[in-house]
């Protein structure tokens, strides 16, 4: 089997490594056969010990058999965002003509990108480089599900797929954090195989963790050794002949040391020389081998002239793919010139191509980008930075050159890096971003520009690291040059990270102090929201009911008229809502907020000025109105919009687990829990115990103890540590409430009591009462009714008085049923007639079937139990349809 030099001059056979062919060509073969079946295949070691080669056999095993698109990392493009991806994946989007070797694909697949990305087109696209950035900064995370569906999709259009990946170990981190998420998705059939190939002594960092990710659930993870000596001494005779005797071979080995790369180089060099293969010529080996590496190499080079010399610099800066009027321009010379030049490097076997050019090997063109004089290389980078931006390639590609430049306060820098940081946010690179603008405050910036430098970096991490962004706005803060207009915005992303970051309690001191800096006015009145907005959402506030005066006198005559108002009307009826007050009430300050029923600009789940926690809030106060038509629609509508705008992190999760609730509020367990245990994938990808993970596990707890599912309840509490101490956020329905319910279902009763005792002195002395929101109180009452039952009545009086206020027909037949659930005989059926009564005009049909399950039992009506066990079964309530079950088996058989 074959290995293919780039000037195709030199065919070797390639040696000891059988082990990896044969996988390789199993996995071809499964790929290609019925089954269709893919996987992925590590290569690593040292340089140079034939991981291309390898490659290379994969693509000669799978031409002409399927798709094979491929890609290779460069040592000085690793900061350009999704560049492998690009050169992997591009050619299958910009191609008129068949994108393989492979046979052709279905004549009625897409016939191009933006038909093959469909919507996701504007998330993907740039990334991709085929679409002009859009304004918004574009999720990581929704970035990387495009490239999975982008893949799903190519392999459904060409059939089986191999993607080969040379130099991973210079991969840009956009690419490897792709690869990573793709290798470890859940096991789905896909026809595509992914074959790696990297060198683990240039693999550190990030790029090491994500190459040692992607090899733990490899199908085959090789690392490559050095060829016997008995290995070099057939390749010297293939290459030289069989007349090569073993002495001359051995020192070959000798000289290489069983590098595969330098032994066919060093074979090359004797052949061109004319040198005989013989013991008397052995001697002359390391002079040769030394002028294919290091010192030897250089030595080399300057021998082809300075013009030429020059010339190989300029290509090595530019790195991969280069350009060659990017190479002329670089070098400084003629178009007459630099192609003289490269063609005398084409003939030393240092270039191969011609428009583009490459090194033949990464070995040669680091040896070559070493050897350029360090003050030299840097100023060759910021005339490279020059010349791309001037070329029209953009500041982002010229990104690379301007991170190597040394910092000089050059303000012209500074504004390229921003430029550059930009670009590289709308595509779903926050990290890269990060790099330019920690380079721009590096530089430094001017006075006045330093602090919208770190108000930029702040949001470049805002998606991905609220950690991060926290200490990079509150030194945007402490800038004295901030100006007051930035400064709000800046307030306000300051407070959205320390939530995000589970630091509450925080946001709310940040908004406060600055609301009693600033004057009156419209920006004062937005920050007074965003400190309603925080301190609303805490999990613990030293004085809530003052600060829920404090909300209602504000709001009071406000009307809409602007976003601020809308927002502030919103933050107003979730407190009433969670306060226990009129829903009805509720619902007109809700629609108040609202412009002709529907979110207004500017206030909408994607929109960045007041973030999607308004109308998740306003969202929620419909959902425990019983206007579930309302909550639905606004919980779909966002859903849609963070899909559509590619935001797959926290963003989408919340959105699946708001939607999980509603399905959980109208009566649908079986769906409710299929959307909270997405969200909870999708948040695992995240991060560990942040908002987002409270809110979705508790609501998945709350839903399998509906179903009856207390098992699965406790595993799942225990998986997401659902457990003291709590978010410092608020939690939808109350986690300690929750939690008291789950200690109460599994017969825990004293540590049922002690938990739901604390949420109810927690919440009474913080002003909230809804008893379904907080359903402490009526859980409570059934937990010490044998042992207190005094104590018990009051507890049910206590919530169905809380209820009546509220108002809702889902609390008043809640509340009636905790009652009745602590009578008997007469008053305990009335009391559950009356519940069913107001369940059946509300939207709750897992609570309705409980009432009416009770009420069958306790009145012994067959058919209002029968209808019961219908409905708790069409509501996916396992355990309440047992109940009911047992209940019509124990009746006795009528005469």
């Known amino acids: 089997m ?29 790929l290609c056969g019925s089954k269709r079946s893919g996987g992925l295949l590590v290569y690593r070691g ?19 058999r399927c798709a094979v698109w491929s890609a290779r990392g460069g040592e000085t493009v690793t900061s350009v965002p999704f560049h492998v991806v690009r050169q992997l994946l591009q050619p299958a989007l910009t191609a008129t003509e068949p994108v393989s070797e ?39 995370q929704g970035v990387r599900d495009g490239l999975d569906a982008l893949v799903e999709r190519l392999a459904a259009v060409h059939g089986p797929l191999v993607l080969l990946v040379d130099d991973a170990q210079w991969a840009d981190l956009e690419t490897l954090a792709w690869l990573t998420s793709f290798a470890e998705r859940p ?7 992914i074959v790696v190939a990297y060198r683990t002594e240039e693999a550190i960092g990030e790029t090491e963790w994500f190459l040692q990710k992607i090899g733990a659930v490899a199908r085959l993870l090789v690392t490559l050794s050095e060829l016997t000596s008995d290995a070099t001494a057939e390749l010297a005779r293939a290459a030289l002949g069989e007349h090569a ?9 000798a000289v290489t040391g069983g590098n595969a790369y330098e032994t066919v180089e060093l074979l090359a060099k004797v052949r061109d020389s004319g040198l005989e293969p013989v013991e008397d010529h052995a001697g002359e080996l390391r002079a040769l081998g030394a002028s294919a590496r290091g010192t030897g190499l250089i030595a080399r080079l300057e021998e082809l002239g300075t013009a030429t010399t020059r010339f190989a610099w300029a290509a090595a800066i530019l790195g991969t793919d280069i350009s060659l009027d990017l190479a002329i321009s670089l070098s400084g010379m003629s178009q007459e010139e630099a192609t003289e030049c490269a063609e005398r490097l084409r003939a030393a076997r240092i270039l191969v191509g011609t428009d583009p050019l490459e090194f033949v090997h990464p070995l040669i063109a680091g040896a070559v980008y070493r050897a350029i004089p360090p003050g030299v290389r840097t100023a060759m980078h910021g005339l490279a930075a020059w010349a791309v931006s001037r070329s029209g390639r953009g500041s982002a590609a010229a990104a690379p050159h301007l991170l190597e430049v040394h910092p000089d306060g050059d303000p012209e820098l500074v504004e390229q890096l921003r430029e550059a940081a930009a670009e590289h946010l709308a595509v779903g690179a926050p990290d890269a971003a990060r790099r330019c603008l920690e380079r721009a405050l590096a530089e430094p910036p001017l006075e006045s520009v330093r602090p919208l430098v770190l108000y930029e970096l702040g949001c470049a991490t805002l998606l991905t690291s609220p950690a991060t962004t926290v200490g990079h706005l509150r030194a945007a803060l402490d800038t004295p040059q901030l100006d007051e207009a930035l400064r709000v915005d800046v307030v306000f992303r300051l407070a959205q990270a320390l939530t995000h970051n589970n630091q509450t309690g925080d946001a709310a001191h940040v908004v406060a102090t600055e609301v009693a800096r600033i004057e009156e006015g419209p920006a004062r009145m937005r920050l007074q929201g965003a400190h309603f907005l925080w301190e609303g959402v805490q999990a613990i506030e030293e004085n809530g009911p003052e600060r829920s005066r404090r909300l209602a006198r504000l709001a009071d005559g406000l009307t809409g008229r602007d976003n601020t108002e809308r927002v502030l009307l919103m933050l107003r009826a979730f407190d009433g809502t969670a306060r226990g007050e009129s829903a009805e009430e509720n619902v007109q300050i809700a629609e108040q907020a609202l412009s002709d029923g529907r979110l207004p600009p500017g206030v909408g789940w994607t929109d960045t000025a007041w973030g999607f926690e308004p109308p998740a809030l306003l969202g929620l106060s419909y959902a425990f109105a019983d206007r579930l038509d309302r909550a639905e629609s606004l919980f779909q509508e966002g859903l849609r919009a963070f899909e559509i705008s590619g935001w797959s992190g926290g963003h989408l999760a919340f959105a699946h687990a708001l939607v999980g609730y509603g399905h959980r509020r109208r009566g649908r367990l079986a769906d409710a829990e299929t959307y ?18 409270w809110d979705a596990a508790c609501m998945l707890i709350d839903t399998l103890l509906a179903r009856g599912h207390v098992d ?46 604390a949420a109810g002195v927690a919440l009474t002395a913080r002003g909230r009462h809804n008893i379904v929101m907080a359903p402490w109180a009526c859980d409570l009452a059934r937990a010490v009714a044998d042992d207190d039952p005094r ?28 009652a009745a659930s602590l009578k008997e005989g007469a008053e305990k059926v009335e009391l559950l007639a009356q519940a069913v009564a107001h369940l059946e005009t509300s939207p709750s049909a897992y609570e309705l079937a409980v009432a009416r399950v009770e009420y069958g039992i306790a009145a012994g009506f067959p058919a209002e139990l029968a209808c019961g066990l219908e409905l708790a079964e069409s509501c996916g309530a396992d355990g309440l349809a047992d109940r009911a079950r047992r209940a019509m088996d124990a009746r006795p058989a009528p005469r």
């Open 2 to 30: 074959p290995v293919y030099r780039p000037d195709d001059t030199v065919t070797l056979p390639l040696l000891e490594r059988e082990p990896e062919l044969a996988a390789a060509a199993n996995a071809v073969d499964a």
């Open 791 to 818: 104590r018990a009545a009051h507890l049910a009086s206590y919530a169905r008085d809380r209820a009546e206020r509220f108002g809702t027909h889902t609390a008043i037949g809640v509340a009636l049923c905790c």
């Open 712 to 757: 699965k309840a406790l595993e799942a509490a225990e998986r997401h540590a659902f457990a003291p101490p709590y978010s410092s956020s608020i939690v939808i329905p109350d986690a300690p409430s929750v939690r008291g319910r789950l200690l109460f279902a599994l017969g825990r009763t004293k540590e049922a009591v002690v938990e739901l005792e």
């Open 187 to 193: 096991a789905v059939p896909l026809p595509v195989l």
């Open 46 to 64: 040292a340089a140079g010990l034939g991981k291309t080669a390898l490659l290379s056999e994969v693509r000669r095993l799978a031409t002409g």
């Open 102 to 140: 492979a046979v052709s694909g279905p004549a009625d697949g897409p016939k191009d990108a933006r038909e093959l990305l469909g919507d996701r087109y504007e998330i993907v696209g740039p990334a991709l480089g085929i679409a002009p950035p859009g304004d918004q900064h574009a999720d990581p």
């Open 245 to 253: 005797d073993d002495p001359f071979c051995r020192e070959v080995w």
């Open 676 to 693: 909270l245990r997405e969200s909870l994938r999708l948040a695992d990808r995240v991060g560990n115990g942040l908002p987002m993970h």
